[in-house]
Every structure is written in structure tokens, then in C-alpha cells.
């Protein structure tokens, strides 16, 4: 038989989703499982986009222009002005998801053998993206005793080698929820401009902020222009995971022409898709209201509820709806799975996020879990009591 690629061999899984055949098995069981191991928000789509596919007139399902509707990118564009984004029509590409951007932003600007520099624990995803890309992440460490802040530049400026393209950051940040100050954004511009790097910024919860602050992007910071590159999506902002839109925006004009060549090979996004996020543009600001107030709402309650549990420790977010929960346990991979193998409150249970697979360093983490707030707040109390009870039977079996 034929040996399969490096890379696939190399491709990590899912931390996310590699324990979802154990929760399929429990709930054969007849086991309710609270998911909270996934950003899968049970907000509901606005009406809006739903609609703008329901009446479309369509009789040809065309390809779109490979960049994207001119008419969903002049409206983007718009958008982005009127929240003080001086973003242009082309400066944007659209993308099938959030991730196709990050894979056209690796492939334009990295050759294979390069490397990019990540605050880790990071996306886990990302860790794909750099093994399809032939890129080298180089992880420099955060921790969950200052809440995930930005480490010290000095900490970055140790790791810059001369195969060093680029950093890249989650803002606010998944799987920490961490919101990055504009001081802290200001430091990383003033980094990648001292040693010509690009700064990638993953910038698709910045509606998600809590706590009166401010989402500061770097496309707002004058200078760097040829080195910023922003990421972005409609999954979370809409409650649209499913439409797989996104796009990349860059002012540097060699970085779109490639990244046009990444999107021409792949001919077009969707179009119902791109309908359907175009229409959500006209999504009224209220629709925001409620929801960043009803996520704050459960991150108080997680947080709350979290804190209850002895020997848990958690990094309050301050944006996005994740948080990094220390659990009193060596390794959270067989505690997850043994919270869906071997253990039930009232026929109930719990799925969680190893968090060892949101880092690149090995053995960091491993005592962590992501959990999602993405459920009703009385599920989320419920999940915590579940959480609560296991951790103790889980001590009295080791």
C-alpha cells in the first residue's frame, strides 16, 4: 500500500473535536451531554440573512469574481469605515471561512521552512494551517496566572531568527478570551516594523468585548500598513458557522495580488453564502446589544460557578466566549474522556476542551481545559455542578 504524505501524518488533530466519538457513544446511552467544547453559539442567525437567501430570484448558480461579490465587498468595506477601520473595497478578499484566509495569508507571505511566532495557548487550528503551509510555529508562552496577557516583546525579540516572517495573534483571543490593550497592539507594531515581519491578526470576535472595553484593531495603527494583515469572519458575529464566509484584509498591495492567485485557484466562495453575509451586514446594532450583554451574562455565571469548585483556577476573559479553566487534575485529555466514558450525574454529563492542544510546547497545559460559553446560563450552572461532582469522584479514583 502507499505511505501517505508527511504532512498528513504530521496534520494534528482536533483537540476540539477528537473526543466527539465518546459523546456520541454516551449519548447512545441515553446520556445528556452539555457541550462545551465547541464556539457552536445557540444565538440565533439574524432573520435578515436567513431571508436574503429564502427571496433570492436565482435560476444559475453562477461562480462569484474569485475576490468576492464587488457588491458584499463595497458594503464590508462600508462597514468597516463606520466603525473606524480605514479599510478600502480592495483591501479585501473574500474567503471560505476565517480559516481559508489564514491558509491564503500563510501562503502569501511565508515560504515552506519559515517561521511564524504565536502567544500560545492559541486557536488549535492553527497548528493545521502551519503544517498544510510547511511553516514552523515558534510559540512564546502566556499563562493563566496574569490572565493570558500579552508576554513581554522582550520574550518575542529572543525567538526572531532570520527564517522569522511574521506573528500572529487571536484579538480577543480563543481559547483565552483575552482582549489585547492598545498598548499591547502598539508594542507588536513597533516590533514587526524594527524587524520587518508581518503582524496577522485574527480579529473575528472583535464585537465580543465586555466590561466597557475597547476592541483595538490593528488596521486602526498608521505605519504599518504593508505589514498588517487582519482576519476575519462572519461565523461568530452572526451565529453563521455554517455559511463559511470570511476574508483577509490587507493595504499591502504584493500580499492581495498573491493572496487573489491562492483565491483564483480555488475559483469562488460560495454564493448563497456570500448573500446571505452581505444581507447581515444590515443586521440593526441592537442584535449586538443583546447579545454581548447575554454572553457577558453567562460569563459572569461560568466564572461565578467556576470559582465554586475547589482547586479550579480561571483566567477571566474579556472577550470572544471562551475561558482557560486549571483543573486539580494531572492530565485533562483523560479526564475529559473519562467524562464521557465513565461518568454521569443523573444520566448527565460534560464535554470539554483539552487545552494541551491549544499549545505548541509540549507538556504545557496539560492540567487545563477550554470551556465555550455558548449555552444557556442555567446550563451552564448545571454543566459546573456535573463538573463539580466528577472532579471529586475523579480524585477518590487516583
Not at 335 to 361: C, D, H, I, R
Request: glycine share 6%; hydrophobic share 40%.
Amino acid at each position: 500500500m502507499p505511505n501517505i504524505s508527511r504532512k498528513g501524518m504530521e496534520m494534528p488533530q482536533s483537540p476540539i473535536r477528537k473526543l466527539v466519538p465518546y459523546a456520541e457513544a454516551a449519548k447512545k446511552k441515553g446520556r445528556k451531554v452539555y457541550h462545551l467544547n465547541i464556539g457552536q453559539p445557540d444565538i440565533k442567525t439574524p432573520q435578515v440573512a436567513l431571508d436574503a437567501i429564502k427571496n433570492t430570484n436565482i435560476t444559475i448558480l453562477e461562480y462569484s469574481h474569485s475576490a468576492g461579490f464587488e457588491s458584499y465587498r463595497n458594503k464590508l468595506a462600508a462597514s468597516y469605515q463606520k466603525i473606524g477601520l480605514p479599510i478600502a473595497t480592495e483591501d479585501i478578499i473574500v474567503t471560505t471561512g476565517g480559516s481559508e484566509a489564514l491558509l491564503f495569508a500563510l501562503g502569501s507571505t511565508m515560504d515552506a521552512g519559515d517561521e511564524i511566532i504565536i502567544p500560545e495557548p492559541f486557536y488549535a487550528n492553527y497548528n493545521g494551517f502551519a503544517v498544510s503551509s510547511g511553516v514552523k510555529v515558534v510559540p512564546v508562552v502566556s499563562g493563566i496566572e496574569n490572565g493570558f496577557a500579552l508576554p513581554p516583546i522582550s520574550d518575542f525579540e529572543k525567538l526572531i531568527t532570520n527564517k522569522t516572517k511574521a506573528i500572529l495573534i487571536c484579538n480577543p483571543g480563543n481559547p483565552t478570551g483575552y482582549l489585547y490593550s492598545k498598548e499591547e497592539i502598539q508594542q507588536l507594531a513597533s516590533l514587526v516594523q524594527k524587524h520587518d515581519l508581518f503582524l496577522i491578526a485574527d480579529e473575528v470576535y472583535r464585537e465580543f468585548v465586555y466590561d466597557n472595553e475597547q476592541h483595538y484593531s490593528i488596521m486602526n495603527i498608521a505605519g504599518i500598513e504593508n505589514h498588517a494583515i487582519m482576519i476575519d469572519s462572519v461565523s461568530k458575529r452572526y451565529s453563521m458557522c455554517g455559511a463559511r464566509i470570511g476574508c483577509i484584509v490587507s493595504k499591502n498591495k504584493e500580499v492581495m495580488t498573491a493572496a487573489l492567485k491562492f483565491a483564483q485557484a480555488r475559483l469562488s466562495p460560495p454564493t448563497y453564502e456570500q448573500i446571505a453575509s452581505e444581507a447581515a451586514l444590515d443586521t440593526p446594532k441592537s442584535y449586538f446589544d443583546e447579545v454581548i450583554e447575554e454572553y457577558k451574562e453567562r460569563r459572569d455565571v461560568l466564572v461565578r460557578e467556576l470559582h465554586k469548585i475547589e482547586g479550579v483556577t480561571v483566567a477571566v476573559p474579556k472577550g470572544a466566549f471562551y475561558c482557560i479553566a486549571k483543573l486539580p487534575v494531572n492530565n485533562a485529555d483523560d479526564f475529559a474522556q473519562w467524562l464521557l466514558e465513565s461518568f454521569e450525574l443523573n444520566n448527565e454529563t460534560v464535554m470539554v476542551a483539552p487545552a494541551a492542544g491549544f499549545y505548541s510546547t509540549p507538556n504545557i497545559g496539560l492540567s487545563e481545559v477550554r470551556i465555550a460559553y455558548v449555552l444557556k446560563k442555567e446550563d451552564l450552572v448545571k454543566s459546573c455542578e456535573i463538573l463539580k461532582a466528577a472532579l471529586i469522584e475523579y480524585k477518590a479514583l487516583s
